[in-house]
């Protein structure tokens, strides 16, 4: 197997610059607000930033929908802020990534507008995926689309130019229309942009649906689903036809070029572990890790996300301990529970009520950065910040949510229903400002911000959990810490037990080089919970706890209502 890399050892944080701090009073977070708060990352021991798109974007989807690839959207500041903020990242240490958003552009970007403007004939018409419209069916009519596939935002996945009478293929909003991956140059000229951010300094990039660039040029219709409006048009887009092709010549013309060893992580919705493992096996030379979907997907119904059901635990451990064995030896896991797209984890597989939020977002942090892999912390996670108290539709902003609301009444669903579902699941849950401090707005802009701070701000806050070493962000510091210094998290092989227990997680990393056994006990309900601990690990030492009175290990052993504790032994 390869040597260790990097980022085997490392934690990335997420910030999604829009919500994250605003330095000129405009309401949207901006490049110089990170720069003045990129000590908080460096306190909690963050070795990477993620950064969520800064280029010049219409926002129909917030920065993925991009119109120049090669520049900085004026609301977030300049390419010298960029410059600035790269400087003042790798000055502490740290390294930055970027969003990789190449399954689709903006229809402002003029790539987009050429493919249209030139119509059928045009040199960049095969740019961009365009068909004519289904034989029979009046053009320009519902069922008269190329397909029947569904967009995730609604909808089908095709607009109609009225010029050309054509229509182009769109998986997301009709403001993202897909690149034709089938054409070179296509592909040629996004390896050019990747090789400039690269030569500019950056570190790596997260790539953005990117299991979903390769279409089956057949397009042909998917299945519709029981009481769906579009087809399932995914046996034909996720991990097509030459996906590991594509990402195998991208490695060679962009990543091989760089002596530096960079960070590849591919968003992939819906990826199973056998392709993940083709992906991350670094004798393929393709990425270094992915972010599979299967364990946020486990409390959804057949309507999907907007079909929320209560998660069985059995069913997560089940799933994440599939991943874990399915990966170990060849491949590399991401770790998360939180990002720009999810609820938020206290409020969705935790416990966000007065008396268990802190200790619950601290169980959920112990588990997952205990896991192997590479976790990824989404800013506000480290404080345990919970779903927002939306009351009303003009509460959103988030285009998935806003289209699903339209197309759900429109059909004639009950609108409370409808809110009673986008309350748990909106990714608007995730984009409520960043909460620094009690004061108005939480710190985050003395202007208006673009959507509510949460008003629990007043008591869950980065500056009041910086003073107390009990809470949310000193234990995520202590685990990053933990990671830092104690091989065994990084390196330990996974073993799960009590697979079948619906309360209690738990697990070993046994890390043979090292001589250390890592025993991971948690403790997923409110109440306590009785349980046997294997032999020889009772009086062990505790080297983290989420409780201020953790008692000696006995065997069994009784954990307090969302105890989660860490033991070692040699
Ligand atoms: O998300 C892709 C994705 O499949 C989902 O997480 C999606 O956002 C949605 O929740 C499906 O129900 C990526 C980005 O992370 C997301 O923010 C973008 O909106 C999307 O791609 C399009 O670029």
């Known amino acids: 197997s390869a040597a260790a890399a990097w980022w085997q050892n490392a934690v990335v944080y997420q910030i999604y610059p829009r919500s994250f701090a605003d330095s000129d009073a405009d309401g949207i977070g901006d490049l110089q607000g990170i720069i003045e708060h990129l000590d908080h990352l460096a306190q909690l021991g963050a070795d990477v930033l993620w950064l969520s798109p800064v280029y010049p974007s219409p926002h129909a989807d917030n920065g993925y929908d991009i119109s120049d690839y090669q520049g900085i959207d004026p609301l977030f500041g300049t390419l010298a802020d960029f410059d600035r903020l790269l400087a003042a990242v790798h000055e502490r240490g740290m390294k930055l990534i970027m969003d990789l958003v190449v399954n689709h ?18 040199p960049k018409r095969d740019w961009y995926i365009w068909r004519p419209p289904r034989p029979g069916v009046e053009p320009g009519t519902p069922g008269a689309e190329p397909n029947n596939w569904g967009s995730f935002f609604s909808g089908p996945t095709w607009t109609r130019d009225e010029a050309s009478g054509e229509y182009y293929l769109h998986l997301f909003a009709r403001k993202q229309p897909d690149l034709n991956w089938e054409n070179p140059e296509v592909r040629q000229a996004v390896h050019a942009m990747m090789r400039w951010w690269l030569d500019r300094g950056v570190d790596g990039f997260r790539m953005d649906v990117i299991n979903l660039v390769s279409k089956d040029p057949a397009l042909p219709d998917g299945p519709v689903p029981p009481g769906a409006r579009h087809g399932d048009g995914s046996a034909s887009y996720v991990c097509g036809p030459r996906i590991h092709e594509f990402l195998a010549e991208m490695h060679r013309e962009v990543f091989a070029g760089y002596p530096r060893r960079l960070l590849t992580v591919g968003e992939m919705p819906d990826v199973t572990v056998e392709e993940a493992r083709r992906f991350t096996d670094p004798a393929n030379r393709e990425l270094d890790m992915v972010f599979q979907f299967e364990h946020v997907s486990l409390d959804s119904g057949p309507g999907g996300k907007f079909d929320p ?39 969705r597989f935790g416990d966000d009520s007065p008396e268990y939020r802190t200790r619950s977002a601290a169980l959920l942090a112990t588990v997952l950065h205990l896991h192997r892999g590479t976790p990824y912390v989404y800013q506000g996670e480290e404080l345990g910040m919970a779903n927002a108290p939306f009351t009303a539709i003009g509460d959103f902003r988030d285009i998935e949510s806003l289209n699903h609301y339209r197309e759900q009444v429109a059909a004639g669903a009950d609108p409370e229903q409808v809110l009673t579902a986008l ?16 004061t108005d707005h939480g710190g985050f802009t003395t202007g208006t911000p673009w959507i509510a701070v949460n008003p629990d701000h007043r008591t869950v806050n980065a500056k009041a959990q910086l003073a107390d070493p009990g809470s949310v962000f000193h234990h995520y510091r202590r685990l990053i810490e933990l990671r830092h210094t104690e091989p065994a998290v990084t390196h330990g092989d996974f073993r799960m037990l009590h697979p079948d227990d619906e309360r209690i997680y738990a697990f070993t990393r046994h890390h043979a080089a090292g001589g250390t056994e890592l025993l991971v006990l948690a403790n997923v309900s409110g109440e306590p919970v009785e349980t046997t601990v294997p032999d020889g690990w009772a009086g062990t030492e505790t080297l983290l706890t989420n409780v201020a009175d953790a008692a000696p290990l006995t065997s069994p052993h009784t954990l307090q209502p969302w105890e989660a504790r860490i033991h070692r032994r040699a």
């Not at 990002?339 to 206290?346: F, G, I, L, S, Y």
């Not at 309350?423 to 009690?438: E, K, L, V």
Request: charged share 25%; hydrophobic share 30%.
């Open 105 to 122: 552009t903006s229809d402002e970007h003029p790539w987009f507008t050429a493919s249209r403007d030139g119509g059928p004939t045009g």
């Open 423 to 438: 309350r748990a699941r909106s990714r608007d849950n995730a984009r409520t400002p960043m909460q620094w401090d009690a």
């Open 309 to 347: 059901r209560p998660l069985r635990l059995t069913d997560l451990k089940a799933s994440l301990g599939r991943w874990q064995t399915g990966l170990a030896g060849t491949g590399w896991n991401s770790l998360y529970w939180n990002n720009h797209d999810q609820a938020r984890a206290v409020s």
